[in-house]
Structure formats: structure tokens, C-alpha cells
T-cell receptor
Framework: GAVVSQHPSWVICKSGTSVKIECRSLDFQATTMFWYRQFPKQSLMLMATSNEGSKATYEQGVEKDKFLINHASLTLSTLTVTSAHPEDSSFYIC?????????????FGPGTRLLVL | GQNIDQPTEMTATEGAIVQINCTYQ??????LFWYQQHAGEAPTFLSYNVLDGLEEKGRFSSFLSRSKGYSYLLLKELQMKDSASYLCAVMDSNYQLIWGAGTKLIIKP
């Protein structure tokens, strides 16, 4: 089956620093990747849709200058949380959709836990 | 607005059958997904329905009625490891997933 990896799994950082999270589709090409955030006991919240070779589309209320997304290849998207603050502490999950026609399923990475001190 | 409704929590007994319902109202429809999410982990894909009817996959089955805006996930021969949250999501006309809040399923021995 389709596999999506994320790195790192865990990150603890000081307030004010920037953190980069990588999302890779390992055995398929993904024109579109999605970044979600999930706070404890809450549903997934879509942050942005990342399209290979173009700018990401951000959901309302998500600051594009704070959450930088780069989707430079068909297998890699990165999310950079700039100047992180404690309220950015959350579980960040990416998903990828196979570029093949009629492939609508999103496959999720294992997630990255971010703790900002 | 767009809305996905599913029960917040359900309890069932090991070895039994449980049905988790999902109703939706979305702008357009390009399929309905069920995902399983264990505590502290990312969701894993269970099923995708785009046509009416029942899709069976081992112990899990998913049903869709587009005219009623309704789906259910049926879990048979429940095992303790099935304790998890089950997320219903609908792909709208823009091919974006609209998520339900999830149903926490508790399995008792």
C-alpha cells in the first residue's frame, strides 16, 4: 500500500525558533499533499493544500507567513513553523494523494509532535 | 454550510458487531472515506465509497446512500485492538475532505 513518512516524529524547541517538518510519499508520486493540525481530543484541522510546483492554498485563519509550505517535488513537501510559540504545540500530520488518475484516497504520514517551550 | 455528523462515543463488547453512522451535508460529493485513528497516532485509511451500496473488506464493511446523505461503518467480530476513533470524511466538489469529529469506539471484554 501507499506509504507516507514524516520527519521528525518528535520535536521540542524553544520559543522563537523555526522548525521544519518533512513529508514524503515513499512509493507513489503525489501532486497534492495536505497539512493538518490536531489538538488533543479534537478533529483534524486542514491547514493548507500543497501542490507540486505552485504556491500552497491556506485555509482561513492559517497564517501563510508563519507556516511556510514548500512542495518542490512529487514526493516531498515541507512545512516550516517559523518563530514558533507555545500555542503552536500540536500534532502535525501530512497526507498525500496519489497522482494517478481516479486515485482519490489520501494516505497519512505518522505525524509530528511539536512541543514549543 | 457543510456538515458531517457522527456519534461522539460508542461502546461495544468484544466479539460483537457495531455500526457507526455518519450523515453529511456538503457542497458536492466525490466520495466518502472512513479512517481509523488510534490515540496519539495518525489516521489510517479503511474504506472509500463513491457509489451506493455496501463495500465489504474483511471484518469491516462500509455502506453509502447518496440520496440520504448517509453512510455507516460496520465492524464485525470486534477485537480489543479495534478500540479507536473512527473518522468519517466526505470529499466535496473541490476535492477537499470535510471531516467529522470522529466516533470514539470503546470495546469491553
Amino acid at each position: 500500500g501507499a506509504v507516507v513518512s514524516q520527519h521528525p516524529s518528535w520535536v521540542i524547541c524553544k520559543s522563537g525558533t523555526s522548525v521544519k517538518i518533512e513529508c514524503r510519499s515513499l512509493d507513489f508520486q503525489a501532486t497534492t499533499m495536505f497539512w493538518y493540525r490536531q489538538f488533543p481530543k479534537q478533529s483534524l484541522m486542514l491547514m493548507a493544500t500543497s501542490n507540486e510546483g505552485s504556491k500552497a492554498t491556506y485555509e482561513q485563519g492559517v497564517e501563510k507567513d508563519k507556516f511556510l509550505i514548500n512542495h518542490a517535488s512529487l514526493t516531498l513537501s515541507t512545512l516550516t513553523v517559523t518563530s514558533a510559540h507555545p500555542e503552536d504545540s500540536s500534532f502535525y500530520i501530512c497526507s498525500a494523494r496519489d497522482s494517478e488518475p481516479n486515485q482519490e484516497t489520501q494516505y497519512f504520514g505518522p505525524g509530528t509532535r511539536l512541543l514549543v517551550l | 454550510g457543510q456538515n458531517i455528523d457522527q456519534p461522539t462515543e460508542m461502546t461495544a463488547t468484544e466479539g460483537a458487531i457495531v455500526q457507526i453512522n455518519c450523515t453529511y451535508q456538503t457542497s458536492g460529493f466525490n466520495g466518502l472515506f472512513w479512517y481509523q485513528q488510534h490515540a496519539g497516532e495518525a489516521p489510517t485509511f479503511l474504506s472509500y465509497n463513491v457509489l451506493d451500496g455496501l463495500e465489504e473488506k474483511g471484518r469491516f464493511s462500509s455502506f453509502l446512500s447518496r440520496s440520504k446523505g448517509y453512510s455507516y461503518l460496520l465492524l464485525k467480530e470486534l477485537q480489543m485492538k479495534d478500540s479507536a476513533s473512527y473518522l468519517c470524511a466526505v470529499m466535496d466538489s473541490n476535492y477537499q475532505l470535510i471531516w467529522g469529529a470522529g466516533t470514539k469506539l470503546i470495546i469491553k471484554p
